[in-house]
């Protein structure tokens, strides 16, 4: 039989808690806990000698174990008639100061300023669900009325949103000073405890009202309050303790190995974001050393965007590989700062034993996982604002294999990099000693001026850049025709970034002229300044709308390109599909593609799906236009390049396009090598290899 309510409603109705109370009988009732727990904020807002209002009581022995203690002038009121009766009766001998009066606590007989202290545990609550809160407000007022000056009002609550948020905006609105205490209960085990932690609110009511609002935050009985600013700021960081608090009710039990839970960690006193751990539990029945029990992965700064860390599949795999019981993943972020690994793991042993695996033994040491031991390193070296895309971050950073990488993020969708470029030395030996000196002392940060580096134009980061790039192999690019001179290839690609991908296409493709479309000006401005993109008679960009321009040259007539090239991302990311925006896909817009292609031009979209019905619905229409299409899976990626062709079916059926490309790859291996090009510089690509993965979907 549950004793709980079943509705909010319930909880205000004076029906409801007499027939609680008649069900409960004698035996006491704690809702959110007892005096052991509550002593510590209760002693240090309440004085012995303080008259104080208990504000429904029920049946709880928190007033009568403060007055064991020395609180003698305690005034217990509830709206039920059958606790009251019963209370006096349990106290008539043992505390015959101890009295209890049924009194509705809306509208009370005691005269104004007669108490200095106001005690409720969970009336607050339970009030606050009838009416739409006008039962509460009326208690608050009356409350406020009979508090004295310097008078508190002490409520433990669970904090719940609609509740909170009318009891702190009253007391705001008189000039109050309004304080929350946080209560994380250590080592919590019962199966019926509360997933939410307990909060006790303390409103202190001034002579004259405080003009500029005092709303403090604190962890715990005796921490140390953190000021707010806003009502809607305080409510905000309630709701990061609930939400740690209900993760840690989770983690006492088994998680699914799918689950994905994550939690993020706020610096103290800036509360800007310093770590983001994510748990990850091994599959039932894995066969896991009785010693593996718990440990943390440091994730490298500049790593945590990398497909092993930041995926559920990434992940799943480092836990299998490191073979813990429970893998708790730590990301860093950006604008902190993190000296050194110890320091990183003092920082973090006192929260990660909150997220230790059920059962596990309390005198169990928790190893520290890293690459090498290494924190990673991470240079902003510049930030901007782009009113398309937010605010954004050029960065350089080491990658585990020791090279420098600069990057762009859009701070928006931080787990994503938008470009990346590998770095350089402006001079070659330089490059190559520091290169070795790397290698020497892989742990060391390196120290690198952002004007001694310049970008590798022939290396491309991104795996699906160099799949697009070898899809060209299609068109005969590399055959040279008459004395040397090779087919002219035209391409037009929509979706600019850091600029890699057109670059490399200019630099070593023969005789190849691109058209970017772009639509943020600043990406173009980024491009220009951080990646060392540069325009040319052969290279141009057309900044705008890439569905306008692809409508606007089928419209003029007269333009026709070998290659059409999609590598644009969506900037909605509730839809499942990161590249490219859905308008990319629609039945009109490819059809106007395949119209400005020649006959035998190309369309290489980059498609970035996690939704496999989604996936086949855009297969499906992409496939509706064009009459072959070969797919490329990126390893360790969502990503797949997919290559349609322009022509009939009859004449592009796959079963011959296949073994064609192997030939194809080689010229156009041969062409790129014998770029004009200094050895050094010349492009890092296996033509071959990656052609080898194409299937026919």
Not at 142 to 157: A, F, K
Not at 350 to 375: I, K, Y
Not at 499 to 520: A, K, W
Not at 659 to 686: F, M, V, W, Y
């Amino acid at each position: 039989m549950s004793l709980l309510p079943r509705t909010a409603e319930e909880f205000s109705s004076a029906e409801y808690w007499e027939k609680f109370f008649k069900k409960r009988g004698e035996k006491a009732f704690e809702w959110y806990g007892d005096y052991n727990k509550l002593c510590g904020v209760l002693h240090k807002y309440i004085k012995v000698q303080d008259k104080v209002l208990v504000v429904g009581c029920g049946n709880s022995e928190l007033s009568e174990q403060m007055y064991d203690v020395g609180y003698k002038h305690l005034t217990n009121i509830d709206i039920s008639e059958t606790v009251v009766n019963n209370m006096n009766q349990r106290n008539a001998e043992r505390r015959p100061g101890l009295t209890f009066h049924q009194v509705d606590a809306t509208k009370t007989p005691y005269e104004d300023a007669s108490y200095q202290a106001a005690l409720d545990k969970g009336t607050l609550d339970a009030m606050a669900s009838e009416e739409e809160g006008a039962l509460a407000r009326n208690m608050l007022t009356e409350v406020g009325r009979v508090l004295s000056v310097g008078g508190r009002y002490v409520c433990v609550t669970l904090a719940q949103e609609s509740v909170i948020k009318l009891a702190v905006e009253h007391f705001v609105q008189l000039g109050w000073a309004v304080r929350l205490h946080c209560l994380q209960e250590e080592n919590r085990t019962e199966e019926d405890s509360f997933a939410l932690p307990v909060f006790v609110l303390v409103c202190t009511k001034f002579r004259q009202p405080m003009p500029t609002p005092i709303l403090e935050m604190c962890l715990g009985e005796d921490g140390a309050p953190v000021r707010h600013t806003h009502v809607s700021e305080l409510l905000s960081a309630v709701r990061e303790h609930q939400a740690y608090s209900v993760l840690r009710k989770r983690l006492r039990t088994n998680t699914d190995a799918n689950s994905n839970l994550s939690l993020t960690l706020c610096h103290a006193k800036t509360g800007l974001p310093r770590y983001t751990l994510t748990i990850q539990d091994s599959p039932p029945g894995a066969k896991v050393p009785r010693a593996n029990q718990f440990a943390i992965f440091i994730v490298p700064q500049g790593s945590e965007t990398a497909w092993l860390y930041s995926s559920g599949e990434g992940r799943r795999q480092l836990a299998a590989s490191a073979n813990f019981r429970r893998l708790v993943i730590v990301s860093m972020h950006r604008n902190q700062e993190y000296t050194e690994m110890q320091a990183v793991q003092s920082e973090l042993s006192p929260v990660v034993m909150d997220l230790a695996p059920p059962g596990m033994p309390a005198n169990h040491q928790v190893p520290f996982l890293s690459v090498g031991g290494d924190l990673g390193w991470r240079e902003e070296v510049s930030r901007g604002v782009s009113q398309l895309s937010g605010e954004y971050c050029v960065e350089n950073v080491k990658g585990e294999d020791g090279e420098l990488y600069r990057r762009l993020v859009f701070l928006s969708n931080a787990a994503l990099v938008q470009s990346e470029s590998r770095l350089v030395s402006s001079n070659t030996a330089t490059s190559q000693k520091k290169k070795n000196k790397r290698k020497a002392k892989a742990s060391a940060a390196p120290v690198a001026s952002s004007t001694s580096m310049t970008v590798d134009s022939g290396f491309l980061c991104c795996a699906h850049h160099e799949v697009m790039v070898a899809c060209l192999a299609m068109l005969g690019v590399g055959i040279p025709q008459n004395k040397g001179v090779y087919i002219p290839v035209s391409v037009l690609l929509v979706g600019l970034g850091g600029g890699g991908l057109p670059q490399f296409l200019r630099d070593f493709m023969p005789n190849v002229t691109i058209e970017v479309v772009e639509l943020d000006p600043v990406v173009l401005e980024v491009a220009k300044q951080w990646f060392g993109f540069q325009p040319d008679d052969r290279l141009t960009v057309t900044l705008g709308d890439g569905l306008e321009r692809i409508c606007a040259l089928e419209k003029e007539g007269g333009h026709l390109f070998d290659a059409i090239m999609f590598d644009v991302d969506n900037k909605d990311s509730t839809l499942g599909m990161s590249c490219p925006p859905a308008a990319f896909i629609e039945t009109p817009i490819l059809q106007k593609v395949r119209n400005l292609l020649t006959p035998r031009g190309l369309f290489i979209l980059n498609l970035a799906c996690r939704d496999p019905a989604l996936r086949k619905s855009v297969l499906e229409r992409v496939s509706g236009v064009f009459p072959t299409i070969l797919s490329r899976k990126i390893e360790e990626e969502i990503n797949e390049v997919l290559l349609c062709t322009r022509g009939e079916k009859e004449t592009t059926d796959a079963t011959h396009i296949l073994p064609s490309l192997n030939q194809a790859a080689k010229n156009l291996q041969s062409a790129l090598c014998s770029s004009g090009t200094e050895p050094s510089r010349r492009p890092h690509i296996d033509i071959a290899e990656l052609l080898k993965d194409l299937r026919i979907v």
